[in-house]
């Protein structure tokens, strides 16, 4: 495109990628919160609004974009055995890397003592444990028995198990379906678009989230619990920096840089947002950006942000010793392999949305028959450990989306089928 002569400021401003805006106003969105630290009510009453305008525009076009894309994923793979294949091999991934994750939170919550430095005080035990759905719910919870109510509640796993159903009956019905076939098409092109437009928001929608959270809680909520938010993050660094990145490296076989520069507005987002479900739409875009075909991106990422937990399971592990340590309870290795276990099945009936990983933390501690009261310890820091989790949530579904494609890109260039 030819660049206007005027040295005007717009030239510039446009210059600046979509990336480095959200960078910017996640900075940003720290620094003012920390000065409107003695006017919180100012920041929630003001700024506030801009955060959640653009988390609800995300949540509105998630339901359509993702009920299209995936019928029109399972369409255009055009073989029941390619849908199967790359849903074999992205629930098998998904597995592995949620058992890596809680694993890796176990490890470093007792290598370095999560529990350390706590003492118990009585006041603190008033937490309402809220009820988490037991595996057999979370199973039957899958299918709708309604076609309209997964769409209006936006219950994600429902609206993909509707959307398959479509998919698969569009490609069994043919010829006939053709024009249902090219309706849905369409219908996805429009949902990308408008979620294009959506996207341009993010900076501000970024720091809107951003200001009233640091605003209101500040440096002072890290207190006693510095030590737990410390391994949390250490715990987080480690599933990035080494299983995804080795994902990247050796499965992929792609730049584990670029796959990370590639995926900072995801994680942004995410941080400030702590929702999986709101990231969705961007960590399509920046999937496909890095060259992910849509007919993985449409089905592994919506997937993704409805089954595979990897920060959660991290941060369920931790808690999990963290309870048992200020409790003095002592946690057995079979007590840490049912943990390892629940948290397997509890990131699969986590929502991707603000604060559910606290309420499934209650499944996780019960199981392992440690005080569901201990979630009162951690409640008070969710916000930040959420902002922590859900980064390693979108950014797990982001690596596996490349290694799928990367193994489907590598079975077609062999000449093989999928
Ligand atoms: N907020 C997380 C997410 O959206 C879920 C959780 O609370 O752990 O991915």
Redesign the pocket.
Same mark, same amino acid.
């Given at each position: 495109m030819p660049q206007p002569e005027a040295k005007s400021s717009k030239p510039l401003l446009k210059r600046i990628s979509l990336t480095t805006w959200i960078f910017i106003a996640l900075v940003l969105g720290v620094v003012v919160g920390f000065l409107m630290q003695g006017v919180p009510d100012v920041a929630a009453t003001y700024i506030k609004p801009l955060g959640t305008i653009f988390l609800n525009l995300l949540k509105f076009i998630c339901v359509p974009l993702v009920l299209f894309s995936i019928i029109c994923g399972v369409v255009s793979l055009d073989d029941a055995r390619k849908v199967g294949s790359i849903g074999g091999r992205t629930i098998v991934l998904y597995l592995l890397t949620t058992v890596f994750a809680v694993c890796i939170g176990l490890l470093f919550a007792n290598l370095l003592n999560v529990g350390a430095g706590y003492t118990l005080s009585t006041e603190e035990l008033t937490y309402e444990v809220a009820e988490s759905p037991s595996f057999i719910e979370t199973l039957v919870n899958i299918f709708p028995s309604n076609f309209l109510d997964p769409m209006v509640q936006a219950t994600m796993l429902q609206v993909i198990v509707v959307a398959l159903f479509f998919g698969f009956g569009i490609m069994f019905v043919g010829e006939k379906a053709a024009i249902v076939k090219d309706f849905c098409i369409a219908m996805s092109e429009v949902c990308m678009k408008v979620m294009q437009g959506i996207l341009y928001m993010a900076p501000i929608g970024v720091f809107g989230l951003l200001v009233p959270v640091v605003a209101q809680n500040g440096p002072d909520i890290l207190g006693p619990l510095m030590w737990l938010i410390a391994v949390m993050a250490i715990a987080c660094v480690v599933q990035v920096g080494i299983v995804y990145t080795g994902l990247i490296k050796f499965l992929a076989r792609r730049s584990p840089l670029a796959f990370l520069k590639g995926e900072l507005p995801v994680m942004s987002f995410a941080f400030a947002s702590?929702?999986?479900?709101g990231t969705l739409p961007i960590n399509m875009e920046c999937a496909e950006k890095m060259g992910v075909s849509k007919e993985v991106t449409s089905f592994v990422l919506p997937l993704g942000a409805t089954i595979n937990?990897d920060g959660?399971s991290i941060?369920q592990g931790i808690c999990a010793v963290f309870i048992a340590q200020v409790f003095g309870i002592d946690l057995t290795l079979g007590a840490q392999v049912t943990i390892v276990l629940t948290a397997l099945l509890a990131s699969i009936g986590?929502a @991707?949305?603000?604060?559910? @990983?606290?309420i499934m933390l209650a499944l996780v501690l019960g199981s392992a028959g440690l005080p569901l009261e201990g979630i009162a310890l951690v409640a008070g820091v969710d916000r930040l450990l959420?902002m922590l989790?859900?980064t390693v949530?979108v950014t797990g579904d982001g690596a596996v989306a490349q290694v799928v494609d990367a193994m489907e890109k590598r079975k077609l260039a062999k000449g093989g089928r999928s």
């Open positions: 702590a929702s999986s479900m937990m959660t941060y986590t @991707g949305v603000p604060g559910s @990983g606290m959420d989790r859900t949530n």
